[in-house]
C-alpha cells in the first residue's frame, strides 16, 4: 500500500503536469444576458486574448434569463474541469435575495479575475423640463411616486443605483422594470432612468435624452460635459456594474492560476482598455484574494440594499 506521503508527493508531481496538458479543447464562456449587452462586448473583448494565451478558443455563449440563474446554474452543474467559466455580474453571489434558486450553491462560485466595469449616468427626456441635478431633484421631491422610473430588475445596478440616490436625496420615484432602461426613455413611458454609459451617451449626444450626473467619482471621457454625482455632493451614488471570470471552486488550483493569469495577461493590454473605453466601459482591475475579498464586501452591499427596498425572491 502507497504511504500518505507518496500520495502527497504524487499529487504535487500531477498538478503541474495537469496545467501544462490543458486545455485541450475549447473552453466555455457563460454569459447571463443577451448579446450586445455589457457583460457580452466584455467577454468578446477578453475571450480572444484569452483564447491566445490558453492555446484554445475561448467561446461566448449568452445563457440570458432569471436574473442570470440559469448561466449560474449552468456553470454549477457543469464538470469542474476548467472548461466552463462565467463573466459573472457583481450581484450574483446575493442571488438568492432575488431570484428562487435550487439545485445549485452561490458559495461554490470562485471569482477569478476582474474584466471590466460599466458606470452608469441618471438620465430624463427633454420633455422633462430639467436640466441639472438640482432641478430634477426638486421636481422628484414635488412629484413623489408620480415620478416614475425605469428599470431592468430588482437586482440590476440602475434599480440599486436609483435606491441610493432616493435614500441620499430624500426622494421617493415609481420604478418600472424593462428589458432595458434607456428605450422607454425615448418612448416617453416614464420620467427617469440610469443607463449604461455606452448605451446613453449617442442618445445624450443627440439631444434625445438630457444626462444630469455620472455614477463614477471622476466624469466620463464619453460625456465630459456632465459633473459626476461626488462632484455634486451626492458621493453616495458611486456605483457601476463590474464583471468577473468565475469557475466553480473545485476547479483544480493550477487552472485557476492558468486561467487568472491569462485574464491578468490580456487586461494589460492598452487596446483592451481602448475599446472597453469606446464602449462606456473600463477595466476592473482586482483578482485573486483581492477580488473575492471585495465581491463579498459588495454582496452584503447588495444584501443590504435589497432589505431596504423590501425585495423577496420571485
Given at each position: 500500500?502507497?504511504?500518505?506521503r ?22 466555455r ?10 457583460p ?17 478558443p475561448?467561446?461566448?455563449e449568452n ?6 440563474a440559469l ?25 438568492p ?33 430639467v ?13 413623489g ?27 421617493r ?25 455606452g ?25 465630459p ?9 451626492i458621493?453616495a451614488?458611486?456605483?457601476?456594474a ?5 469557475v ?15 485574464v491578468r ?28 475579498d ?7 452591499r447588495?444584501?443590504l ?10
Open positions: 500500500m502507497p504511504t500518505r507518496a500520495l502527497l508527493g504524487a499529487v504535487a508531481l500531477a498538478a503541474p503536469a495537469l496545467a501544462q496538458s490543458w486545455p485541450t479543447r475549447p473552453i464562456m457563460l454569459v447571463g444576458y443577451p448579446p450586445g449587452s455589457p457580452d462586448l466584455i467577454g468578446r473583448v477578453f475571450g480572444p486574448g484569452m483564447g491566445e494565451r490558453l492555446g484554445q475561448v467561446l461566448v445563457r440570458p434569463g432569471a436574473n442570470t448561466a449560474t446554474e449552468a456553470l454549477l452543474r457543469a464538470p469542474a474541469d476548467g472548461y466552463t467559466l462565467m463573466m459573472m455580474p457583481q450581484f450574483v453571489p446575493a442571488l435575495a432575488v431570484q428562487r434558486v435550487s439545485g445549485f450553491d452561490v458559495a461554490d462560485l470562485q471569482p477569478l479575475a476582474g474584466t471590466g466595469q460599466a458606470p452608469m449616468v441618471l438620465l430624463v427626456p427633454p420633455a422633462l423640463g436640466t441639472d441635478l438640482a432641478g430634477f431633484l426638486a421636481l422628484a421631491r414635488a412629484r411616486d408620480r415620478l416614475g422610473f425605469a428599470h431592468a430588475g430588482h437586482a440590476g445596478v440602475p434599480n440599486l443605483a436609483m435606491a441610493l440616490l432616493a435614500e441620499a436625496a430624500g426622494i420615484p415609481m420604478g418600472v422594470a424593462f428589458r432595458n432602461t434607456v428605450t422607454p426613455l425615448l418612448s416617453g413611458d416614464v420620467d427617469c432612468a440610469f443607463g449604461f454609459l448605451d446613453a451617451a449617442p442618445q445624450v449626444r443627440a439631444g434625445k435624452l438630457v444626462g444630469l450626473a455620472v455614477t463614477t467619482r471622476a466624469r466620463s471621457p464619453l460625456l460635459e456632465v459633473p459626476s454625482f461626488a462632484e455634486l455632493g458621493p451614488v458611486e456605483i457601476a463590474w464583471f468577473a471570470v468565475t466553480h471552486r473545485a476547479v483544480p488550483a493550477p487552472l485557476q492560476a492558468r486561467l487568472t493569469e491569462a495577461q490580456v487586461r494589460a493590454e492598452p487596446e483592451v482598455a481602448g475599446r472597453l473605453e469606446g464602449a462606456g466601459l473600463s477595466i476592473f482591475p482586482l483578482d485573486g484574494a483581492a477580488l473575492q471585495f465581491a463579498l464586501r459588495e454582496r452584503d447588495h444584501l440594499l435589497f432589505e431596504r427596498l423590501g425585495v423577496r425572491p420571485d
